[in-house]
Every structure is written in structure tokens, then in C-alpha cells.
């Protein structure tokens, strides 16, 4: 059995941000162009598990979209279960090494920047997608903020879309920093 790998599939605008400062994410319907959807359902299919941050998920809920897989939200506030969601506050490197124990497919991480934060502290993350929008939005907040470690990548894909979105496809370097 091979180790299920973590994978960040996200989309920032060009100078890194993930939302504006409230959290609002419109800018990203700019490059809606329908039936289009950047590889999103592609990459589902190779998913079973989603990771992310209360904020995320509460965003998530506003938007009338939902995950079709076994989620996990991090949170210190909510606690429990639902039929596909379960609330977790202990260490994330533990959920993570329970959840490779078991058979599956690879491991979504959706957001928001301080669960990546988190995860690259950690050195969870495997494969990092991230689709550029065209456009400055001046603040916000951050993919990848101050204080988290330097990490390695290795360009697997780029691909530019008609709508001006471009998508980079990074694994871990597989040699060590300064190499």
C-alpha cells in the first residue's frame, strides 16, 4: 500500500491572496467560463478525504456547495460529527497518521491559509495545485503567510487557460534545501 498523499488544490490571485480581508471571494468568479472547471473534477476523482479550517467551512456552507467525501474541519470551537463532517482539535500531525493507517485514496487539503500553514509546519503537504487569477486585489488573506518553513517544490504542470488563469502544479522537491 502506498502512502496516500496530501494534496492543496487552491486558487489565489496574482499578488497570493485567497479572499479579501473579509473573506469574500468574488474576484474568483472572473474566470468562471462553464463547462470549464481547471481540472477541479479531475482531481476529485483522486480524493476520498477532505482537510479544512473552520472559516473555510463555514464559507463553504454560505455557498451552497458541499464536499462528497469524508471531511475533517479543524476547529477549537465546533466539536462532534454530521453524517460527512467531523470536527477535530487535537494534533493534526495525529489525524493525518490515523488516516494514512487506513486504505484510500489521497487527502484533499481546501483551505484556508492557517490549516496550509499548519500542514507545512507539519511537513504534511505532498503536492501542491495552484491556480493564479488574474488580477491584484491589493490585501487580503494570504495563501502563504510569514513564519511557516521553506520548502522544496518541483514544477510537475503549467497551464494557461483562455480565461487568463493559470495553474501550477508543484510535488515535493525530492532533494533537501540548498541542493
Avoid at 19 to 26: F, I, R, S, T, V
Avoid at 153 to 176: H, I
Wanted: hydrophobic share 35%; charged share 25%; glycine share 8%.
Amino acid at each position: 500500500m502506498s502512502q496516500r498523499q496530501v494534496n492543496l488544490f487552491i486558487a489565489m490571485s496574482l499578488d497570493g491572496y485567497i479572499a479579501k480581508e473579509d473573506g469574500d471571494l468574488g474576484f474568483l468568479a472572473m474566470v468562471d467560463n462553464p463547462p470549464e472547471d481547471y481540472g477541479y473534477e479531475k482531481f476529485n476523482e483522486t480524493v476520498d478525504t477532505v482537510i479544512i479550517g473552520r472559516k473555510t467551512y463555514e464559507k463553504v456552507l454560505t455557498l451552497d456547495w458541499h464536499y462528497a467525501h469524508k471531511c475533517y474541519v479543524l476547529s477549537s470551537s465546533l466539536t462532534g460529527h454530521t453524517e460527512h463532517v467531523e470536527f477535530y482539535n487535537g494534533p493534526v500531525k495525529d489525524l493525518f497518521a490515523n488516516i494514512r493507517q487506513k486504505e484510500g485514496k489521497d487527502i484533499y487539503c481546501d483551505g484556508g491559509a492557517e490549516v496550509i500553514t499548519q500542514l507545512l509546519k507539519e511537513d504534511l503537504v505532498d503536492n501542491l495545485t495552484i491556480s493564479v487569477i488574474p488580477t491584484l486585489l491589493g490585501s487580503g488573506i494570504r495563501l502563504f503567510p510569514d513564519g511557516r518553513p521553506e520548502l522544496r517544490l518541483q514544477l510537475v504542470s503549467s497551464q494557461a487557460y483562455p480565461t487568463g488563469l493559470v495553474q501550477l502544479c508543484y510535488k515535493r522537491a525530492e532533494s533537501p534545501l540548498g541542493m
